[in-house]
Nanobody, 122 residues
Framework: QVQLVESGGGLVQAGGSLRLSCAAS????????MAWFRQGPGKKRDWVAA???????RYADSVKGRFAISRDNAKNTVYLQMNSLNAADTAVYYC????????????????WGQGTQVTVFS
């Protein structure tokens, strides 16, 4: 069983930056595809970014060029660097892990964290 714990959320002014972290335990981290999803108020959960076990990355169009996903296998941690934040980025951000090639669908992931809130104010 894999446990995922997100951290790094908070309040940030529009145009600012945040870095989210997701610490994994209980599995072989380097063998998992990892992803970030988010769910804004009154919205469905959407895929944000993914990184494979070979460090290939993919991004949703809405965050491309502003967000960067990375992983540190020595620390069993995946990161999401978020720059140029705007109000539309306000959401609970979830980390996910799975043994399949990491795509943009929730069913592709087996394990989920509890989420961390990001609120962007102007």
């Amino acid at each position: 069983q894999v446990q995922l714990v997100e951290s790094g959320g908070g309040l940030v002014q529009a145009g600012g930056s945040l870095r989210l972290s997701c610490a994994a335990s209980g599995g072989i981290f380097r063998s998992y595809g990892m992803a970030w999803f988010r769910q804004g108020p009154g919205k469905k959960r959407d895929w944000v970014a993914a990184i494979s076990w070979s460090d290939e990355t993919r991004y949703a169009d809405s965050v491309k060029g502003r967000f960067a996903i990375s992983r540190d296998n020595a620390k069993n941690t995946v990161y999401l660097q978020m720059n140029s934040l705007n109000a539309a980025d306000t959401a609970v951000y979830y980390c996910a892990a799975g043994s399949r090639w990491p795509g943009g669908e929730q069913w592709e992931y087996d394990y989920w964290g509890q989420g961390t809130q990001v609120t962007v104010f102007s």
